[in-house]
């Protein structure tokens, strides 16, 4: 079905995410997540999306390093995915909010023990001095946690769901024709889906 008639984005999301896991080389949750500084000066990073359902779009992160403290601060951020070997990207943007803790931990806790261990060890954004110093932290902190088991979530370590405002889908079209369908929330549970110039 042409994706530019349908009526609910979360399906279609849904849809085109599975198609990049077939033709994606790695990563194919990998999204670009735009956050404003306190002076309104953009910043993009990547992020695995490691959580989707009605509500929104999750990722986890340190909230204490750059991209933490600036979405605390907007409370607001914005994603862009780029399926290359499809053609296709999806923009989401809008307010953010907190994940429950139980969602959180629930997480952190199917991560390998060693990326536990890393989020306990990496003061993420902040200056490092060397490698060296990296792994005698990630050391340290496989002492005080031995058991895999058994490592707990680190206070500043959760995650952020951007509540959409907008999901905007882009298919390539010849010559630069592409198709665009943003979708908006109808205030009523439902979606206004709107057709843009490419
Ligand atoms: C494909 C890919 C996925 C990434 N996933 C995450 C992620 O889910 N969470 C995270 O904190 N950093 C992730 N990173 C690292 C971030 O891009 C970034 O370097 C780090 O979070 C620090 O960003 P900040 O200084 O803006 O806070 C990922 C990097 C790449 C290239
Ligand atoms: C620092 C950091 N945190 C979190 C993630 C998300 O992935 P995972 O939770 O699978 O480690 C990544 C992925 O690259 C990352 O680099």
């Known amino acids: 079905m042409d994706f530019t008639k349908r009526t609910e984005p979360y399906a279609l999301f849904s849809e085109w995410l599975e198609d990049a896991k077939e033709s994606e080389p790695n990563d194919p949750n990998a999204v670009a997540v735009a956050t404003v500084d306190a002076d309104g000066l953009p910043n ?4 695995l999306l490691k959580g989707l359902d009605e509500r929104g779009f999750v990722f986890y992160t340190n909230f204490e390093g750059t991209k933490g403290k600036e ?5 607001k951020a914005a994603m862009c995915f780029h399926w290359k ?7 989401v943007r809008g307010p953010v909010e907190i994940v429950s803790d139980e969602e ?5 806790n199917s991560r390998h023990p060693q990326s536990r261990r890393g989020a306990w060890a990496s003061d993420q954004s902040r200056p490092l ?4 110093t ?9 002492e005080k946690y031995p058991d895999d088991d058994n ?3 680190p206070p500043h ?6 509540l959409p405002s907008e999901i905007e889908f882009w298919q390539d079209g010849d010559h630069r024709l592409h198709d665009r369908v943003v979708f908006t929330p109808d205030g009523q549970g439902g979606w206004a889906t709107q057709r843009l110039y490419p």
């Open 85 to 91: 070997s499809r053609r296709r990207q999806v923009r």
């Open 71 to 75: 979405v605390l601060g907007a409370m």
């Open 104 to 108: 959180a931990t629930a997480y952190f």
């Open 44 to 47: 993009v990073r990547m992020v």
């Open 151 to 153: 490592i707990p979530r």
């Open 134 to 142: 990296l792994i005698e932290r990630v050391q340290h902190f496989q």
């Open 157 to 162: 370590w959760s995650g952020f769901r951007i």
């Open 129 to 132: 001095a060397d490698r060296e």
